[in-house]
C-alpha cells in the first residue's frame, strides 16, 4: 500500500527552482528514497497540461512527452 497520496501541485514545482518548497522538496525525497507512492488517474494529464503550460511561458525550455 501507498505511504502518502500526492497531486500535480504538488510534483509539478519539482521543474522549477522558484516554485519548490520545503514541502515539495520533502515529497521528492520521499520518492528518491523508494516510498511508493498513490496518485489519481488524472495525474499524467494534469502533468502534462502543467509542464505545456510551463514550456509555453518560457519557464522550460522542452517538454519530450511519451518518451
Known sequence: ????VMD???TLP??????????TEGLL????AGEEV????VW???I??????TQRRGRVTKVNIGQ
Open 1 to 4: 500500500m501507498a505511504s502518502f
Open 8 to 10: 500535480a501541485s504538488a
Open 14 to 23: 519539482w521543474c522549477c527552482d522558484d516554485e519548490a518548497t520545503a514541502y
Open 29 to 32: 525525497n520521499r520518492c528518491a
Open 38 to 41: 498513490m496518485v489519481a488517474a
Open 44 to 46: 499524467p494529464l494534469e
Open 48 to 53: 502534462t497540461n502543467g509542464l505545456l503550460s
